[in-house]
């Protein structure tokens, strides 16, 4: 169990190894979830994933355009845990 030092701004610092096992890089937010009997689940904050965002992955990667069809059919391959599937 870790102890951390309270400063009279009521802030602390979690060491690095804290942060690391965690997930979470300098820059990022945490995210703190208050539960009964004083006690507190602490988590790194991830931003809600849009399609926009999974678009953006892609963006330049290939020049060849996908009909609805080949796209089924890649989707349904990778449900099936199938690796590779010629679309």
């Given amino acids: ?5 309270v400063t009279t701004r009521g802030q602390v610092t979690f060491r690095k ?7 979470i ?5 945490i995210e703190l979830n208050l ?3 004083g006690r507190a689940e602490l988590k790194a904050a991830r931003p809600a994933a849009s399609i ?7 963006a330049g990667k290939t020049r060849k355009v996908a009909t609805l069809e080949e796209i ?3 989707a349904a391959a990778g449900w ?5 599937h010629d679309a």
Avoid: C, I, S, Y
Avoid at 1 to 5: E, F, N, P, Q, V
Avoid at 52 to 58: A, E, K, P, V
Avoid at 80 to 84: L, N, P, Q, R, V
């Fill in 1 to 5: 169990m870790r102890t951390l030092a």
């Fill in 17 to 23: 190894d804290v942060l690391q096992h965690l997930g």
């Fill in 25 to 29: 890089q300098p820059g990022e937010r």
């Fill in 35 to 37: 539960l009964p009997n």
């Fill in 52 to 58: 926009d965002g999974f678009l953006g992955l892609l």
């Fill in 72 to 74: 089924n059919a890649a």
């Fill in 80 to 84: 099936a845990g199938e690796k590779d």
